[in-house]
């Protein structure tokens, strides 16, 4: 399938925007000697282009990865999450910021904050570039959230479909039957 036939739903423009408008946010809410950890696969487009926004408000983050997966290589979660790499900072003490590509049953994120909370992390805030409502199977909220979407299956922006799509420099939608 060609690119192409992938239905936009937020241009790279408004993305841009939007993650220049929630640096400044979180930048009002947080301690400024945060530590990101960013949740990898999905994550790590946003996670470049929103510490280079805090840069912008003047703020140095430190930055680590961790890869977690509930999902498989399709578009049902499969309820189990696992870490399948794992951080390589110590969380101990710092003011953690979660930062994930989307937020949809709630199970990855609550898992990554028991984790870290369990670490000893001083505190710990969440930021998710999308939300989809109404589909949390866990009472889950995120601190700060780019754009809250409706209930489809989106692509782009280091978003995919069985590992592909993250390059997409935009947010699709993707219809497959
Ligand atoms: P949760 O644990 O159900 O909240 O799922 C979060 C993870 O599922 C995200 O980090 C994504 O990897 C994946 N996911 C959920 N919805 C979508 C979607 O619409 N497109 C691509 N990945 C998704
Ligand atoms: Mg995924």
């Not at 946010?25 to 929103?50: C, H, Q, R, W």
């Amino acid at each position: 399938m060609s690119h192409n036939e992938i239905p936009v739903l937020f241009s790279a423009e408004e993305i841009k925007e939007r993650i220049g408008s929630l640096a400044c946010e979180i930048g009002l809410k947080i301690a400024p000697d945060l530590m990101i950890v960013s949740l990898l696969k999905g994550s790590f487009v946003f996670t470049a282009d929103l510490i280079r926004a805090l840069h912008t408000i003047g703020l140095r983050p430190q930055v680590d990865f961790m890869t977690v997966s509930s999902y498989g290589t399709g578009k049902e979660s499969s309820g189990n999450i696992t870490i399948n790499r794992d951080l390589v900072e110590e969380v101990k003490g710092k003011h953690v910021l979660i930062v994930d590509d989307i937020l949809e049953s709630g199970r990855t994120l609550q898992f990554a904050r028991n984790l870290i909370t369990e670490r000893g992390a001083a505190s710990c805030k969440i930021a998710v570039l999308l939300e989809k409502p109404g589909k949390r199977t866990t009472p889950m909220t995120a601190d700060f959230v780019g754009f809250t979407i409706p209930d489809k299956f989106v692509v782009g922006f280091g978003l995919d479909y069985a590992n592909y799509y993250r390059e997409l420099p935009y947010i699709g939608t993707l219809d497959i039957h």
